[in-house]
């Protein structure tokens, strides 16, 4: 069965820089998309940006210039650099990845302070 691993989550202040991972295992398909998805206390889950398989990138309005996506297909891990964090970025962060199924990780806390 298809796995995904985050990590990186944690406690910042306003201003701070996270590093999120998330590292597929049993992978025996091509993925074509990988993104990262967060859900805020009493908010839909939404899409904060996402990477094709051919380098292709999308990001939410909210996090434009802050948020990098970034993917090593190779080792089916895709990562996500968020800078000038802000307090309204708290949430939980899920990858999520599409090939032949679509996969999802157990999602990895991030909590912004003011």
């Known amino acids: 069965q298809v796995q995904l691993v985050e990590s990186g989550g944690g406690l910042v202040q306003a201003g701070g820089s996270l590093r999120l991972s998330c590292a597929g295992s049993r992978i025996r398909v091509s993925i074509v998309y990988m993104a990262w998805y967060r859900q805020a206390p009493g908010k839909q889950r939404e899409l904060a940006a996402a990477i094709t398989s051919g380098g292709a990138t999308n990001y939410a309005d909210s996090v434009k210039g802050r948020f990098t996506i970034s993917r090593d297909a190779a080792k089916n891990t895709v990562y996500l650099q968020m800078n000038n964090l802000k307090p309204e970025d708290t949430a939980v962060y899920y990858c999520?990845?599409?090939?032949?199924?679509?996969?999802w990780g157990q999602g990895t806390q991030v909590t912004v302070s003011s």
């Open positions: 999520n990845a599409v090939g032949s199924d679509i996969y």
